[in-house]
């Protein structure tokens, strides 16, 4: 498929020719799902902690003798029946991640590309380089160009200055290439792709 491609300023720069393999993928909301959902158990702190029976500071003595009062039969005032005794099958500290296949998240990122061409939320620009560092002028290349919530990926390295002037601007997420994954993707309504960012994809899936 072919994609016109633009300059920060508006300005068209020609067009470039996306892979059918990479960008014209019929998406699959199963695999872009998985991915997600792993992407996120992954990056959970799991430190939930509750004390149980073994771990709260309260007397082991027998409450009260075994016959004769009437009530239910108790020892230990550790035990979860009571206010003050341990949590019974609490939360533990504990990973969440779970594994997934490298081609099924390779796969996934795939339709995720494809998901973003299909819908029209997919603009190649030329060049993510800003030569005077300040968000006013970078916010205002972004309403020129109508981007309110987007993911912009660039090559190997970002542009210091680039990065600096986007890192105040709410829903705007600068990454370099390496750093591309599906939540962020669908997490922002515009995806931005450089044409480094484009020819390293292209590297990365032939």
């Not at 300059?7 to 960008?23: H, N, P, W």
């Not at 199963?30 to 149980?52: E, F, P, S, V, Y």
């Amino acid at each position: 498929m072919e994609l016109n491609v633009t300059t920060l300023e508006g300005k068209a720069a020609g067009s470039v020719q996306l892979s059918d393999e990479i960008f014209g993928l019929e998406p699959r909301t199963d695999l872009i799902q998985r991915c997600i959902t792993w992407q996120l158990a992954k990056r959970q702190a799991g430190t939930h902690k509750t004390k149980g029976r073994a771990e709260v500071w309260r007397t082991g003595k027998k409450m009260y003798k075994q016959k004769g009062t009437g009530g239910a039969r108790h020892g230990s005032a550790r035990v979860p029946q009571f206010r003050g005794g341990g949590r019974a099958f609490g939360p533990v500290v504990r990973s969440h991640a779970f594994d997934l296949p490298k081609k099924v998240r390779a796969l996934a990122l795939r339709h995720a590309l494809s998901a973003k061409a299909k819908d029209g939320g997919l603009i190649v620009l030329d060049s993510a380089e800003l030569k005077d560092a300040k968000t006013k002028v970078l916010s205002g290349h972004f309403s020129g160009l109508g981007l309110t919530s987007a993911l912009i990926i660039d090559g190997a390295e970002v542009n210091t200055g680039f990065a600096a002037a986007a890192r105040n601007i709410p829903n705007i997420d600068v990454l370099p290439i390496q750093g591309i994954n599906v939540y962020d993707i669908l997490r922002r309504q515009k995806l931005v792709l450089t044409k480094a960012a484009v020819d390293a994809l292209e590297a990365r899936f032939k």
